[in-house]
């Protein structure tokens, strides 16, 4: 047995060495072993994976005080491990948690600090605790209210850090509850700092079915409204998508006779009924101009489609919030709504080239852009369109006229990032390829290729497959296509259309 007096010092050796034993364990055949070896290499496994994951904590913190994700051409710590190391969002999330509470920190004065949960950490390194057990101690203290003394508040996560040691993340957290309610009994000690410090709203990425779930905490007073609000809008009958008889808006006011009516055909749950009351008062502020008159796309319910799918109300729309909708909803938002529905087909009539002119892109600009870019068009970014800026390329400074064929999405941080100074970003349209009329990025000065982002329009990947694999296993996949839907009824009339070009 290799001892560790036998390996290497330098951290990126023994990290290669790792790399390589895997790679080495993923091609040796475990049928030879007895049973016992199996369970006991089972244990040995989840062990290093357990330590791996507090060493993935301390590169994080590494990448994070040093700044280091620059070089690796993104702006933030956490687009680091979505965009450089391809994690979703979930597992970063844990990573960062991980982090957090396990890495030793460093202060303005550049002294390293002991990690935020020391027992914890501890237990990790000994590969007692996964990253699961990690999230359920970290939620467990972050409850623990800020009256309680410090020094109750490290013997509890000692506590916990150690009855973990023998438990399952569900263990952890059921004992988790029994410290809190030891700690803070009847409630009174948790205040109004408390609440502010938890309270949040989190809208959930889209699943497969474009549903989204909602995580949120409440303030005691914004339950009490919205609790009065359902009162009237949620009632049995009300706005009821599924009966044009329903009445709309608040039961105050409503037709008694009608809503009565509607309130014996009504089988929906609570629940239901919650969703479609929440619909319909946001309709009733997007009509009565809770969007404002501001030129900026986030004042604007602003939707991409193709005109083949518009017209047979089939496939999925995109919003500049980056919410993929289906065609079928957005034909009825656009009857009600009256968004900006933008189709590709021939040229814009209006003004998409102003030269050097005027320095902000106008508002079909931003539409054209929106169009073709969907959002930020640095790689791997997924900032939606409505939270990035149009960006010059040559920039503004150095002679970048506000043409359309000169621009291009670009959240803050990427458009501050673009420098002709080394360790900076260039930009430029592509000419040719699979991607032409694109945005390309590289580091400045650098031969590298230019690259595209595909995170928010990985459908177009699909194509340049396609033509770089002709004949192969990919594109005899790629030719087994679903029929398209027959075509349906045409769309309403009265729809926006701003004609733009590809």
């Known amino acids: 047995m290799t001892s560790t007096f036998d390996l290497p010092d330098s951290p990126l050796e023994l990290a290669r060495l790792q790399d390589a034993v895997a790679a080495k364990l993923s091609l040796v055949s475990l049928t030879p072993m007895t049973d016992d070896d199996v369970l006991h290499m089972s244990e040995v496994f989840e062990r290093s994976n357990r330590r791996s994951d507090g060493i993935g904590a301390r590169l994080y913190a590494e990448v994070s005080t040093r700044g280091a994700y620059r070089k690796a051409g993104v702006q933030t710590p956490g687009k680091y491990l979505t965009s450089a190391l391809r994690l979703g969002a979930g597992a970063s999330k844990r990573r960062v948690t991980a982090a957090l509470a396990l890495a030793p920190m460093y202060n303005y004065s550049g002294d390293q600090l002991d990690p935020t949960l020391p027992a914890t950490a501890a237990a990790v390194a000994d590969g007692d605790l996964s990253v699961d057990h990690v999230s359920e101690i970290v939620a467990v203290i972050d409850e623990i209210p800020a009256a309680i003394p410090a020094e109750d508040k490290a013997r509890a996560e000692r506590e916990l850090a150690e009855l973990s040691r023998e438990l399952t993340p569900e263990g952890t957290r059921e004992v988790g509850r029994r410290i809190l309610a030891h700690l803070d009994p009847d409630g009174s000690l948790t205040d109004d700092a408390d609440r502010a410090r938890t309270r949040g ?4 990425p889209q699943d497969k079915r474009l549903m989204s779930k909602i995580r949120a905490q409440l303030s005691p007073s914004l339950r009490a409204k919205l609790e009065a609000i359902l009162t009237l809008w949620a009632e049995p009958g009300m706005n009821n998508p599924d009966d044009p008889e329903s009445p709309r808006g608040a039961a ?83 009857a009600d709504a009256t968004p900006w529905l933008e189709v590709f087909e021939g040229q814009s009539s209006q003004i998409l080239y102003f030269g050097r002119g005027r320095r902000l892109a106008s508002l079909a600009q931003r ?32 002679g970048g006229p506000t043409d359309i064929d000169h621009l291009g999405g670009a959240c803050g941080g990427h458009n501050r990032s673009v420098s002709a100074k080394p360790g900076g970003w260039e930009t430029t349209i592509l000419t040719s390829g699979p991607f032409k009329g694109r945005v390309g990025w590289r580091p400045t000065g650098s031969n590298q290729p230019w690259k595209v982002n595909h995170s928010l329009q990985p459908e177009k990947l699909l194509p340049a497959i396609r033509a770089t694999q002709s004949g192969s296993a990919v594109e005899k996949w790629l030719s087994c296509r679903i029929p398209a839907p027959p075509p349906g009824p045409p769309a309403p009339p009265g729809v926006d259309v701003v004609r733009n070009p590809a």
């Open 201 to 204: 709203f989190a809208i959930q």
């Open 252 to 334: 105050y006011g409503a037709d008694a006779e009608a809503l009565s009516a509607a309130r014996e055909r009504d089988t929906r749950s609570q629940s239901q009924r919650n969703h479609d009351a929440l619909e319909a008062m946001l309709d009733h502020l997007l009509a009565n101009g809770a969007l404002g008159d501001s030129v900026a796309l986030p004042a604007h319910l602003v939707v991409t489609a193709s005109l083949e799918d518009l017209e047979n109300r089939a496939g999925v729309a995109v919003t500049a919030t980056g919410t993929r909708l289906p065609v079928t909803d957005l034909v009825d938002i656009a």
């Open 367 to 398: 539409l054209a852009l929106f169009g073709r870019d969907r959002g930020c068009t640095a790689p791997g970014c997924t900032t939606p369109w409505s939270r990035t800026q149009a960006h010059h390329m040559p920039d503004w400074q150095d």
